[in-house]
């Protein structure tokens, strides 16, 4: 089975909060990854230097590192 994409997220940061949503309601799976702001896991970094949420890693090393990009 392919893996799946990730997505780095804060629960209550509105931008994550709208990936979230967009991802939902078009079925699309993702592992979702709930970070701590002040503690960013490095592999999030390596993917996204700028360091925000979300963030959408996919297993042939694309990212999207802005909400609107994940809702579109
Ligand atoms: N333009 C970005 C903005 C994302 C953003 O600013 N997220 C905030 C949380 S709501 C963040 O990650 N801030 C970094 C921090 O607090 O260290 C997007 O739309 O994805």
Redesign the pocket.
């Known amino acids: 089975m392919a893996a799946l994409p990730i997505l780095y997220s804060?629960r209550?940061?509105?931008?994550?909060m709208?990936?979230r949503l967009a991802l939902a309601s078009s079925g699309e799976q993702v592992e979702l990854r709930e970070v701590v702001?002040?503690d960013?896991p490095a592999e999030m970094l390596a993917a996204s230097p700028k360091?925000?949420?979300?963030?959408l890693v996919f297993a042939d090393g694309g990212v999207l590192?802005?909400?609107?990009?994940?809702m579109d």
Request: with cysteine; hydrophobic share 30%; charged share 35%.
């Open positions: 804060f209550r940061c509105p931008y994550a709208r990936a702001l002040r960013k360091g925000t949420v979300p963030v590192e802005e909400s609107r990009d994940i």
